[in-house]
């Protein structure tokens, strides 16, 4: 089963607002992961948050960890149209020599 | 360097037909190797994950094997390719050091 889950699974915006995804876990973590994917290509990495930090920022985007509730979001701030692509969140577990398990991901269409 | 090499881009193949995708990773030794499958606009789903030469553990039943013949190569196959191993296919390395995962661009297939 999936260990990450993201919501929504579709977000369409427009340019200048700010776009929000969450993702839930299952299990303990090593740590949180955020990615995105453009259409047919391979993943990029965007950010990733260890289980002992509570937020995180880098640009225009911003992660918070909340690990009671087996949750993150990722936010972000003042959208553009190339922010259009698919955001995945990916749990490490910690204990598998750093394997990785992606949600469904969110597919976000930021409209100019 | 974080490249990694996967080939071809694209392949359509006959149900029955054998399968190889070949990827090799520049820029580090010892990583730890992955196959994920990503079926039309869902999450990637983990195959098989490799932590050394030789060592290969399977996350999912199923008609796929995998090999790693040498440090920087991991190789997907099929004996008999079925119409649901179709789908898009990346591979991805981590070290055990950095769990961020570089991907490669993925090969897409289609079981005809």
């Known amino acids: 089963s999936q260990q990450g889950e993201e919501d929504p699974q579709a977000l369409s915006i427009q340019e200048g607002e700010n776009a929000t995804m969450n993702c839930s876990y299952k299990?303990?973590?090593?740590?949180l992961q955020w990615y995105r994917q453009n259409s047919g290509r391979g993943l990029v990495h965007l950010i990733l948050?260890?289980?002992?930090?509570r937020e995180k920022h880098s640009g225009r985007l911003r992660v918070t960890l909340d690990t009671s509730k087996k949750s993150s979001s990722l936010l972000i701030t003042a959208s553009r149209a190339a922010d259009t692509a698919s955001y995945f969140c990916?749990?490490?577990?910690?204990?598998?020599?750093?394997?990785?398990?992606f949600g469904q991901g969110t597919e976000l269409s930021v409209k100019p | 360097s974080q490249t990694i090499h996967q080939w071809p881009a694209t392949l359509v193949q006959p149900v029955g037909s054998p399968l190889s995708l070949e990827c090799t990773v520049e820029?580090?030794?010892?990583?730890?190797l992955y196959w994920y499958r990503q079926a039309a606009g869902r999450g990637l789903q983990l195959l098989f994950y490799?932590?050394?030469?030789?060592?290969i553990s399977s996350e999912v039943p199923q008609n796929l094997s995998a090999s790693r013949p040498q440090d920087r190569q991991f190789i997907l196959s099929s004996k008999k390719l079925l119409l649901s191993d179709s789908g898009f296919y990346l591979c991805?390395?981590?070290?055990?050091?950095?769990?961020?995962?570089?991907f490669g661009q993925g090969t897409r297939l289609t079981v005809v």
């Open positions: 299990t303990s973590i090593n740590n």
């Open positions: 990916a749990t490490d577990l910690g204990n598998q020599g750093g394997k990785l398990i």
């Open positions: 991805a390395r981590t070290t055990v050091l950095n769990t961020e995962a570089f």
């Open positions: 820029g580090t030794s010892n990583p730890n």
């Open positions: 490799s932590v050394g030469i030789g060592q």
């Open positions: 948050i260890r289980s002992n930090e």
